[in-house]
């Protein structure tokens, strides 16, 4: 190679090697889009825009907000009605983003029903918290495209429930294998990957909702599609994911009264923490979507052929002329 080949070629910017271009081309490997992305130009807005988006999408549209904040204490009295007697910090995760809001729910169908019939009795639970999960997406989607919500942002979401429950019940079966394998790494380790399968789940997953009432599409290509944008040499989505575990289970929970108090009457500082909590959620879910929206003219409508190795050519026979 000559010097002024040379030259050209180490004068390229890491988005234009091959399979690593902000167009999304390529197939972006897991520890490549893990840990390449501090060394790699964000594709995406910067975090903090993401969050000041969402944050404002949701609070700037009472018609959305209202409802939602009213699911709260409707959730709360559907548990106490099927026979949950607390504790009423568990509110705080009523309107979480999965896997989040799964692992409470299974906390509550085994507090209701007993192992392991609580982990069966989760499932509908979380079919049932997907169907809530993905109306609210389309609202909030449809405030980010045009700064209003309507029914047709309904509609939208509810075409995107299959995604939204296929997304909820992989974060089950995530957290079920993790339940089995992590206490073989005894207590320390067991939870620090029982909140970096959270992560993961979150990390892998949290596009689905906006990819789905966007695209229309299967709920498999969606969930493809979500895998792939997270992907993104970059993005910092992997940040984004730790912050909103962080949030929602550490800070939250902690910090969270009546955590420990085995009673069906919150108190009203209760209620206050727990409305507050849910329209922090409520935020991440419009940063996601948010992310999704900026994400997705980048992604390429059918993933790049994987190399098959090497092929000759027609006629060809000399020394390194067979290669691909």
Not at 23 to 40: H, I, K, N, Q, T
Not at 53 to 62: D, I
Not at 205 to 225: D, S
């Amino acid at each position: 190679m000559s010097r002024s080949r040379r030259g050209r070629a180490g004068a390229r910017g890491p988005g234009e090697r091959s399979g690593a271009g902000p167009s999304g081309e390529g197939r972006p490997s897991l520890l490549g889009g893990l840990f390449r992305g501090a060394a790699v130009p964000s594709p995406l807005p910067p975090l903090r825009a993401c969050l000041a988006r969402g944050f404002v999408a949701v609070g700037a549209q009472p018609a959305l907000l209202v409802p939602a904040l009213a699911l709260v204490p409707a959730a709360w009295f559907a548990l106490v009605a099927a026979g949950l007697q607390g504790p009423p910090g568990r509110m705080v995760a009523l309107l979480a983003i999965p896997p989040v809001s799964t692992y409470f729910d299974s906390l509550n169908a085994v507090a209701l029903f007993g192992f392991p019939a609580g982990l069966w009795a989760a499932v509908p639970a979380v079919l049932v918290r997907a169907l809530v999960l993905a109306l609210l997406a389309g609202l909030v989607v449809e405030s980010l495209e045009a700064g209003r919500v309507s029914p047709a942002g309904l509609r939208r979401g509810l075409r995107a429930w299959p995604t939204v429950a296929l997304a909820g019940l992989l974060g089950l079966g995530l957290m079920v294998l993790g339940s089995a394998i992590l206490p073989f790494l005894g207590p320390g380790f067991g939870f620090l990957g029982s909140i970096l399968t959270l992560v993961a789940a979150v990390f892998l997953f949290g596009y689905a909702p906006a990819a789905a009432v966007r695209r229309g599409a299967g709920a498999v290509e969606n969930i493809r599609r979500s895998v792939r944008a997270a992907m993104l040499p970059g993005s910092r989505h992997f940040l984004l994911s730790m912050l909103y575990v962080f949030v929602s289970l550490p800070l939250m929970v902690a910090l969270a009264p009546e955590g420990s108090t085995v009673t069906v009457n919150p108190a009203f500082a209760t209620w206050v923490y727990a409305l507050v909590a849910a329209f922090v959620h409520l935020g991440f879910l419009g940063a996601l979507a948010f992310r999704w929206l900026a994400a997705e003219p980048l992604l390429p409508e059918q993933p790049a052929a994987a190399p098959r190795g090497r092929e000759r050519r027609p006629g060809g026979g000399g020394r390194g002329r067979g290669r691909w």
